[in-house]
C-alpha cells in the first residue's frame, strides 16, 4: 500500500474497465452505479468509538445497518447509490490523550468491491479527522 500523510491509499479496485460494482477512482472518490447499495463501516480501536457520519443530500437516506455499542465498537451504514453526484463527511474524534496505535478503520463497499480497510490516525494537536468521500455515478 502506498503512503498519503498518516492516511493508507489504495486504489486498487479502480483498474477495472467495467462499471459494475463500486470501484475507486481517486482518493476518497468513488463511482457506483445508480441504484447500487453502498456500505460504509467505520470502526475504532483502541480508542472510544466517537466518529459521526455527516448528512446525505435529501433525497438519499442513510440505513444504520449496525449500531454501536461498549462492546462493539463499529458503525455501519449504507445508502443507495443516486443519479447524482454525492458527497459527505465522516469525523473521527479522539480523546486528547489518545493511546498508542489509536485508529479508526474504514472501509467502503458495493457491487461486490471493498475499498479498505484504511486507517485513520489522530493528528497531533488536532482532536478530531475530518475526511470528505465523493461519489460519482458510473458512466
Known amino acids: 500500500m ?7 491509499l489504495d486504489v486498487s ?10 470501484h475507486a477512482i ?14 460504509v463501516s467505520v ?13 446525505l443530500p435529501t433525497t438519499t437516506k442513510w440505513s444504520i445497518v449496525q449500531p454501536t455499542s461498549p462492546n462493539q465498537p463499529t458503525e455501519i451504514r449504507e445508502f443507495v447509490m443516486p443519479n447524482d453526484d454525492l458527497h459527505f463527511e465522516i469525523l473521527y474524534r479522539f480523546p ?7 485508529h479508526y478503520s474504514r472501509t467502503i463497499s458495493g457491487g461486490g468491491q471493498s475499498d ?11 482532536q478530531t479527522v475530518t475526511l470528505s468521500y465523493v461519489f460519482h455515478p458510473a458512466k
Do not use: C, H, W
Not at 502506498?2 to 493508507?8: A, C, P, Q, T, V
Not at 486528547?96 to 489509536?102: F, P, S
Open 2 to 8: 502506498n503512503k498519503r500523510g498518516i492516511f493508507k
Open 13 to 22: 479496485a479502480s483498474s477495472g474497465t467495467t462499471s459494475a460494482g463500486l
Open 26 to 39: 481517486g482518493v476518497d472518490v468513488f463511482e457506483a452505479p445508480q441504484g447500487e447499495a453502498v456500505r
Open 43 to 55: 470502526q475504532a480501536v483502541n480508542t472510544p468509538y466517537n466518529a459521526s457520519f455527516g448528512d
Open 96 to 102: 486528547l490523550d489518545a493511546q498508542q496505535g489509536a
Open 116 to 126: 479498505g480497510p484504511f486507517d485513520v490516525a489522530p493528528i497531533p494537536y488536532f
